[in-house]
């Protein structure tokens, strides 16, 4: 197919406006160096049912969050019949959605912390000490929702009232919350391009976790390790484990897999199916140590896009 436009969506409604419209904007860019006519889509301003489909060769997907990678967006690509870039309906409603990616997970014996689901609208009714006691050895915990990215929402509680007050923080946002096993150890994430892990990069705040703000902030100063700093052997091993997660999901383009090294294993946090593109963002800085600009990730990107996935 001869390519005549790409329009670049960002923005969005979800709680990561303001990092998609970053992601958008290098992405934006980045096809404009290329050389193809490029716009860009808003869907905070303009419903994405309004996407002029005889105008538009290709859809790049910028967006972030809720409704941009859960598979509310991509279902209207699909009716619009515009080939667009990264995954699925399917697959991104199900790596989005906590409970279920934890569940394929398992299902394809790859280690993830232990832990349980908890409705909100169960919350007072339930004994959660009880429940808590019961699945968890110790206290430290990590609570969060079950449909979030960029760590919004997470809390690591140390005790039982932490929990209980971080549960009843959320409870009004959310429709399911998880619990799950606190794992220390090293943060190392890997990036998967085309079923082909890139790199790990290993990732250490100066925050208490890798939150937010120690994310996209750069006065967080997140030291950023590329490699990662574990032996070959290991390193090896995550990289096949993301690749495995890639395919398990049956993601396209690329994906993002968070890991926690702790004792010698790899305990999968989650899957990311758009991963940022800032100038923070870990998977161009993962393809930029092995070689690949990013431009030529964006292009990897646009040649791959497609529709029915």
């Known amino acids: 197919m001869k390519i005549k436009k790409i329009l670049v969506i960002l923005g969005g409604t979800s709680k990561e406006r303001q990092i998609s419209l970053q992601t958008g904007e290098a992405c934006f860019n980045s096809i404009k160096r290329i050389g193809y006519k490029v716009d860009k889509f808003d869907p905070a301003k303009k419903l994405l049912n309004e996407i002029d489909s005889s105008n538009v060769d290709i859809i790049f997907n910028a ?24 995954s699925g309906v399917i697959t991104s409603m199900n790596a989005m959605d906590k409970v279920i990616s934890k569940k394929i997970f398992k299902e394809n014996n790859i280690l993830s912390p232990k832990y349980c689901v908890i409705s909100s609208s169960n919350l007072k009714k339930i004994n959660l000490k009880k429940i808590i006691k019961k699945i968890f050895s110790n206290n430290q915990v990590v609570v969060k929702p079950s449909n979030e990215g960029s760590s919004i929402g997470v809390k690591i509680c140390k005790n039982f009232n932490s929990v209980k007050r971080a549960c009843f923080n959320l409870k009004n946002k959310y429709e399911n919350l998880i619990i799950e096993k606190f794992i220390g150890g090293q943060e190392i994430q890997v990036a998967v391009l085309n079923n082909k892990a890139l790199g790990a990069i290993e990732l250490k705040p100066k925050r208490s976790f890798y939150d937010y703000k120690a994310k996209y902030s750069k006065s967080a100063n997140t030291s950023h390790i590329m490699p990662a700093n574990i032996s070959k052997k290991k390193y090896k091993e995550v990289l096949k484990i993301a690749e495995k997660t890639h395919k398990a999901l049956k993601c396209r383009g690329v994906s993002r897999c968070d890991f926690k090294y702790f004792k010698n294993k790899f305990y999968l946090l989650e899957i990311n199916t758009q991963p940022g593109m800032t100038n923070l963002s870990l998977v161009p800085e993962i393809a930029q140590y092995r070689g690949i600009t990013f431009d030529t990730l964006i292009k990897n990107l646009i040649k791959d896009a497609s529709i029915n996935k």
């Open 63 to 86: 967006l972030h969050g809720k409704d941009g990678e859960d598979g509310n967006a991509q279902t209207y690509f699909e009716y619009l019949r515009i080939p667009y870039t990264h």
